[in-house]
């Protein structure tokens, strides 16, 4: 339920802060006052498309703000999102409007689009005269014929969801794999061919184009190599030819001498042991040095098979790479794509009969579906009608008609059913007695589909989980003993929802249990929307004013007191024990 709506710097309105009640809301003021901008304020609050052209002018940003009490289902719902205050009855929607961004928050935190529509479709739900066009959508009409069915009704119809899902997915596989015999052949010849040349490089590692580059530097540079080790090798060991002594025997020279006298003082045994360890590490790297100088090979041919090698591996990063690493997934990948066409054949077969076995189960649930939906629409169409019976349509005939899907698809594509079924609604009306009946998006005038409409939301109001709901001037078109048949309508449906109704009919005001009256205040430079809550001496002027234009005149003033006094025994008989 909607507790509270707060708008800064919107649209004409500078501040406002309106609270509403449970029961039955309504909002009235002259043509132009600015109802709508309320209203657009709310859905924008709620995620509604809005940006920096309803920031009011010499405002830097606007702000709605939105409280709603917290019922079981919406606690659940926003403690799955981490958004609930777990101490607080109500929580707060905020969206914020600048002239660079809009951000949308509940209970402070940031939420995206997506997720504020989720949230709209449990809190609120509008009935204007231009949302009448879902009321005529076969698809709509259809999805209020499965409310009305039971947890039976309902796992045929997820089970049909499913099957159709399942037939959509294995079309699309089966298309897939439906190729000519001719192009099998020639992806098959290509990728035998890919695979082939992948094969015989005996690629094992994605880093040996890597490893052969530094092989071939280094036996490229193998005469400065052999040079540089011989040097470093001579400095170590010394030359024989010379007799030039190298590091390590003047360092074992000097740890000898170092051990002698030791022998006359033993703190210098440490130090000996530590030249001794440097005299034997010299000697153990100029091994290593020895043994790589000997490894080095100068063989041209050698040479000559890495640049082969690193030629071929060139090629084959240019063709599949751009590394080796990828050229690797690539051989992997043609082997799979080889044997899937290799097996082309069985694998269509195999989908083939799955497809017609979901095909006959898809048929067989639909068919079921269908059969629940007549009985459901019979009742559905009986329900409607006593309510427009009641609504001043005594004359009238209402009826709905099930019918089969066009199929348009081609007959290899063709499906025994769609996503929801194989049936098409229609509802029918025949608003006076010697008329045919006709789709009501043909016949029904803008009156009529009001009283639809409210039918059903009267109809749903006991399985309906939205708790607020929006009647935006439905009444239009509608006078006298309509109007007090939509009151009472009305009046009853607040008994379980909380009702927020634009109106200009006084009937309907009169019935309230919280009158927003907005007004309009205009000087030669500026105009501003304000709305006031109208206390029992407003309400009695506003009903007037609506009923005959002379909020002030005592017979008006006695008019609009009979309306409310009038109002007020429906409402006790409503909640009066029968």
């Known amino acids: 339920m909607l507790k509270e709506l707060e708008i800064k710097d919107f649209a004409l309105v500078e501040h406002l802060r309106l609270p509403f009640t449970p029961g039955f809301n309504v909002l009235t003021g002259e043509a132009g006052a600015g109802k709508s901008i309320i209203m657009d304020a709310l859905n924008i609050a709620l995620g509604g498309r809005g940006g920096a052209g309803l920031i009011r002018p010499g405002a830097d940003k606007a702000i709605v703000e939105a409280v709603f009490a917290v019922t079981p289902s919406i606690a659940a719902w926003l403690r799955e999102h981490d958004l609930i205050d777990e101490e607080s009855d109500e929580f707060t929607i905020t969206r914020e409007i600048s002239k660079s961004s809009s951000r949308n928050r509940v209970n402070g935190v940031s939420v995206n689009s997506g997720l504020l529509q989720e949230l709209r479709q449990k809190l609120v739900t509008v009935h204007a005269q231009h949302e009448f066009r879902t009321l005529m959508s076969s698809q709509s009409q259809l999805e209020l014929i499965d409310a009305l069915g039971d947890d039976q009704h309902k796992k045929v119809l997820a089970r049909v969801r499913t099957l159709y899902a399942r037939r959509k997915e294995l079309h699309c596989q089966l298309q897939d794999m439906l190729i000519s015999e001719s192009e099998r052949e020639r992806r098959l010849d290509f990728a035998r061919f890919q695979l082939s040349e992948l094969e015989d490089a005996q690629l094992d590692s994605d880093d040996e184009d890597a490893a052969i580059e530094q092989q071939r530097k280094v036996l490229a540079n193998v005469s400065d190599l052999e040079t540089l080790l011989a040097s470093a090798h001579s400095l170590l060991r010394g030359h024989d030819n010379d007799g030039t002594r190298g590091v390590t025997d003047m360092l074992q020279r000097a740890a000898a001498e170092l051990e002698k006298a030791a022998c006359l003082d033993p703190a210098l045994e440490d130090l000996t042991r530590a030249l001794h360890d440097c005299a034997e590490q010299l000697e153990d790297h100029s091994r290593e040095i020895r043994r790589y100088s000997d490894s ?283």
């Not at 590394?323 to 066409?341: F, N, S, V, Y």
């Not at 004359?395 to 007959?411: P, V």
């Not at 927020?500 to 000087?523: E, G, M, R």
């Not at 234009?549 to 006695?558: L, M, V």
């Open 296 to 578: 080095l090979d100068g063989d041209p041919e050698t040479l000559s098979m890495l640049e082969e090698r690193a030629a071929l591996l060139a090629t084959i990063k240019r063709k599949y790479g751009p590394g080796l690493g990828e050229a690797i997934r690539r051989r992997d990948e043609m082997r799979t794509e080889i044997d899937k066409l290799e097996n082309a054949q069985a694998s269509v077969d195999e989908f083939r009969a799955e497809l017609q076995d979901v095909d006959r189960d898809l048929a067989k649930q639909s068919s079921d579906l269908s059969a629940k939906r007549k009985k459901l629409s019979a009742k559905l169409a009986e329900q409607i009608h006593a309510e427009l019976v009641e609504l001043g349509m005594p004359k009238c005939r209402f009826e709905i008609s099930l019918g089969r899907t066009d199929d348009t698809e081609s007959a290899e594509t063709a499906s025994p059913s769609g996503p929801t079924g194989c049936d098409r609604s229609e509802f029918l009306i025949a608003p006076n007695p010697g008329q045919d009946l006709q789709p009501i998006s043909r016949i029904a005038s803008g009156g009529e589909l009001s009283r639809i409409m409210l039918a059903v939301k009267k109809i749903f109001a006991s399985v309906d989980q939205v708790n607020t709901v929006i009647f935006d001037e439905i009444d239009t078109g509608l006078s006298g003993k309509v109007l007090q048949s939509m009151r009472d309508k009305l009046a009853s449906l607040a008994l379980s929802h909380q009702i927020l109704c634009i109106t200009h009919q006084p009937i309907l005001a009169s019935v309230a249990d919280n009158h927003v009256f907005v007004s309009k205040q205009q000087t030669a430079h500026s105009t501003c929307v304000s709305a006031a809550i109208l206390d029992e001496e407003g309400r009695l002027r506003a009903v007037a004013e609506m009923a005959s234009g002379q909020g002030d005149h005592e017979t008006a003033i006695n008019f609009a007191r009979s309306l409310v006094s009038e109002a007020q025994k429906v409402k006790s008989a409503l909640i009066l024990p029968h």
